[in-house]
């Protein structure tokens, strides 16, 4: 019998943006199944609005949903929704990853890192016996569930090493644009104290050029995708891939079809990079460039990057035409109106196409966490909304790291920056 399986990608409804792109984790997820048990084992659905009453009306016989932290109040809502119709849950993502022990008593079974290897463990044991007993959870690594009351967590799981394994993504779940993105690494080798990347997915692992052209390929030809973003943490991370990459795009006139949009970091960005980039079609580069003061830099990314690799950075992508799209951070603890006003400057100063600024936040995982914990600013059991990465939206519930200024001076500066951020957007059209 057909096992009907929902996987929930709980989001933030009333979030335009939350809702553009689909959730290619659960995608890889899909693959990862058909890939074991056969095509014909299950019948997916992928949804991220109106879920309890899919449930009703898809009525699965299991439910996995993932999350991040601003969005767990959500996912434990339909956690208790599915509970309370006796419908097995598995939990996974970022935020189950890095607190583990925030399982809702809802969830059966969390998973935590990487999901391919463990999903299909897990599955294996609902396809068995229709439900999770401790007994059968035991030797599965990888996961956190309860035995008589208590959160048992099992030993990590190996990361798969050969990345080109990985089946792509089941894109036939989602509507698929012509503007779509993918994943061609998984994993960032810096550590800045407000992302957890590294902490999420120990190390880089990178897909081979050959699998990303043929990924690639497959957008084109079955998607007729236009334009393409990879949503790597640091896509130009290794030099000697993306030389190799952009070889099989010019070879198979790949650049020709398609356009392409990347992330780098600053201090990566050199006349060659850029001139790669351009090469292989990419209009636009975004950066995490977060401050334009060197000692608020120093305090966010460890002191690898100052201001004039900034500079520098913004200036060899103007020179190859290419548009340096940039995110700012304001807020760090020690950070004064003074240094606020020099990364104001910068911006104000400097031909970025776009720019976004977002207020420092304490997300499970990262150094500002630990920060925020001790302060007694955040908890294992907070109320997870406080932690929305839209400030704009949240300005009276946001967690302020701020030693130096209080809320109503933070809300004036963010509102300033928002400002430039429409005068400058608009000056670019």
């Not at 939350?18 to 048990?37: A, I």
């Not at 598995?90 to 890192?113: A, E, R, T, Y």
């Not at 991370?237 to 992330?263: H, M, N, P, Y």
């Not at 100052?306 to 951070?329: H, M, Q, R, T």
Request: hydrophobic letters at 40%; one cysteine or more; a positive charge.
């Amino acid at each position: 019998m057909v096992k009907r399986i929902l996987f929930v990608n709980a989001i933030n409804p009333f979030v335009e943006v939350e809702q553009r792109y689909p959730n290619l984790g659960l995608g890889y997820l899909v693959s990862s199944l058909r890939n074991n048990f056969g095509k014909n084992m299950f019948d997916f659905k992928i949804i991220d609005r109106n879920v309890e009453s899919e449930i009703l009306d898809f009525k699965p016989d299991l439910i996995g949903i993932t999350s991040v932290s601003q969005n767990y109040n959500y996912a434990k809502k339909y956690a208790k929704f599915a509970k309370n119709r006796n419908i097995p849950i598995i939990v996974g993502g970022v935020h189950i990853s890095m607190i583990p022990q925030s399982l809702s008593p809802d969830m059966n079974v969390g998973c935590i890192g990487e999901g391919e290897k463990t999903i299909l463990e897990l599955f294996s044991v609902f396809l068995d016996k229709g439900r999770f007993l401790n007994e059968d959870l035991a030797d599965i690594n990888g996961i956190i569930y309860r035995k008589d009351n208590n959160l048992v967590i099992n030993s990590s799981r190996k990361q798969i090493e050969n990345m080109d394994k990985i089946v792509f993504p089941a894109r036939d779940m989602f509507k698929i644009g012509r503007h779509s993105y993918m994943f061609t690494s998984r994993g960032c080798p810096y550590n800045c104290i407000f992302c957890a990347s590294s902490r999420f997915w120990n190390k880089v692992r990178f897909f081979s050029a050959e699998y990303v052209i043929k990924e690639i390929e497959e957008l084109i030809s079955k998607h007729k995708v236009k334009l393409i973003s990879f949503f790597d943490d640091l896509f130009i991370a290794d030099k000697q891939r993306l030389k190799e990459i952009v070889d099989l795009i010019k070879k198979k006139k790949i650049d020709k079809k398609v356009k392409f949009t990347c992330s780098a970091r600053a201090n990566l960005i050199t006349e060659e990079i850029a001139s790669l980039l351009k090469e292989m079609g990419v209009l636009a580069v975004g950066l995490g460039l977060e401050s334009g003061s060197d000692k608020t830099l120093k305090y966010l990314k460890g002191g690898n990057v100052s201001v004039e690799d900034n500079i520098n950075a913004i200036a060899i992508l103007k020179k190859y035409n290419i548009a340096a799209n940039a995110s700012f951070v304001i807020g760090s603890p020690k950070e004064t109106k003074e240094d606020i006003l020099e990364t104001y400057n910068f911006i104000k100063n400097n031909p970025l196409s776009l720019f976004d600024i977002y207020v420092l936040t304490p997300y499970p995982g990262t150094e500002t966490w630990e920060y925020a914990r001790k302060r007694n600013l955040v908890s294992n059991d907070m109320d997870w909304s406080k932690l929305n990465v839209n400030f704009g939206k949240n300005l009276k519930q946001s967690i302020i790291l701020s030693e130096v200024l209080n809320r109503e001076e933070i809300i004036s500066i963010y509102r300033k920056f928002q400002l430039l951020r429409l005068f400058k957007n608009i000056k670019n059209v």
